[in-house]
């Protein structure tokens, strides 16, 4: 049973999951609580970022052709991090990873059945992954930090999510194949005439936005779409996740941030549960345009 609200009681706490993507920096900035997913291999569990970095992973995947799994964290886990926030905290609001693409929310909204809170935590789809879901959660934080209300600020994620877009390639879809992730024809084709993939999200699903044949040809489409979509907005958020390819990801942020309203960009390390799932190779572009309201909690 939830404890009654005490007046001294902070208006509200933030929590994701680490299939955000949010680097530990900004999560000890901001007070974002962050969930760990689990990385299961060869019979042995881990929890994602702690247990398991990304090194081995890509290390066990180039020598052992290591095909990793995972599973979102347990009711039990969120019941153990909201309890602990309850004691703290008028509300919480609770922002993951798609339906789509994970259990993480399921396991969230049974937490929330076992605590009898659903007055007082709210579980949020992000119909996102990665930095989509990161830059929801970073906007969470900076409302309450702010002193924004809880409705404004679930508007700012109602604006986030309608508008925040994935575009990225891998070298291949092998692993995001094995995973379940990928559409079946576009491992087929690609596998078949050794193509470079192009990704995005829709509605929560990971599809099929194109392919190029080169991986040059790859990272300069996906450049090209965005520039090309958001050059004549007024703000931006941008963030460039990558596996193993950091130059590529600076020249790529060097030539958004020269061409496009940049109010934050980031460049982001995939978390190991995010990498196991694509491999190495991975570069994708997030990013999202603007109203005012959403942009002043980045300024």
Known sequence: MVRKVLKCQK???VVTDSASD????????????????????????????LDIQSEKIYSLQKEKKAIFMSSSPSP????????????????????????????VTKSARIAVELLKAEKRITVYDSLSGTMGTGFMAI?????AFKGVTFEKMLESLEFLRDNTMLFGTINTLRYLKRSGRAP???????AAFRIKPLLGIKNGVVEMIGM?????ASLAAITGMVIRRFKKEKWVLVSIIHSLSKNEAIKI????????NCVESIIVDCTPVVGAHTGPGLIGIIISRLDRQTAELFI
């Open 139 to 143: 906007a969470a934080a900076q409302a």
């Open 184 to 190: 079946a024809v576009a491992w087929i084709v690609t």
């Open 22 to 49: 949010i680097p530990k920096d900004y999560a000890q900035k901001y007070n974002i609580n962050i969930v760990p997913l689990y990385i299961h291999y060869n019979g042995l569990e881990f929890k994602d970022g």
């Open 212 to 216: 190029t044949v080169t991986r040059w």
């Open 253 to 260: 942020m060097k030539k958004l941030q020269s061409n496009l």
């Open 76 to 103: 039990k886990d969120f019941v153990e991090i909201y309890s602990l926030l309850l004691e703290k905290y008028e509300r919480i609001i609770s922002i993951h990873l798609s339906a789509k693409l994970s259990a």
């Open 11 to 13: 208006p509200y706490a």
